[in-house]
């Protein structure tokens, strides 16, 4: 299994940039996927997460209304589209996938844990100046 994470890059303050996310070695009818920061000194955190359907889609708050997760599984690719970005968003940004709880899909509660996702692609830096 393996994950390869792109797009992230350097940007103004209120500018955008779509991260990908292109998944191999399984099927991904059956697997939610979650999107996660690491800024310098903190903690990995999820930011947002999406079932295996695309039916329901999870973000937490600092981005709620900023950033769309969305995901194409005939592609194999998941993907963040962040907007109107802010210095705080300054960070690496990983992808993970994980095998649904849910059997019809539509659900992936719990899915902005990091200890939900046993797969994780390498970090992208994304970096916003102010």
């Known amino acids: 299994v393996q994950l390869q994470a792109s797009g992230g890059g350097l940007v103004q303050a209120g500018g955008s940039l779509r991260l990908s996310c292109v998944i191999s070695?399984?099927?991904?009818?059956?697997?939610?996927i979650g999107w996660f920061r690491q800024a310098p000194g903190k903690a990995r955190e999820g930011i947002s997460c999406?079932?295996?359907?695309?039916?329901?889609?999870y973000y937490t708050d600092f981005v709620k209304g900023r950033f769309t997760i969305s995901r194409d599984n005939a592609k194999n690719t998941a993907y963040l589209q962040m907007d109107t970005l802010k210095p705080d968003d300054t960070a690496d940004y990983y992808c993970?996938?994980?095998?649904?709880?849910?059997?019809?899909?539509?659900?992936?509660?719990?899915?902005?844990?990091?200890?939900?996702?046993?797969?994780w692609g390498q970090g992208t830096q994304v970096t916003v100046s102010s």
């Open positions: 993970a996938a994980a095998w649904t709880r849910d059997p019809s899909g539509r659900t992936a509660v719990g899915c902005l844990a990091t200890d939900r996702y046993p797969y």
């Open positions: 070695g399984f099927t991904l009818d059956y697997v939610d």
């Open positions: 999406i079932s295996s359907s695309g039916y329901s889609k």
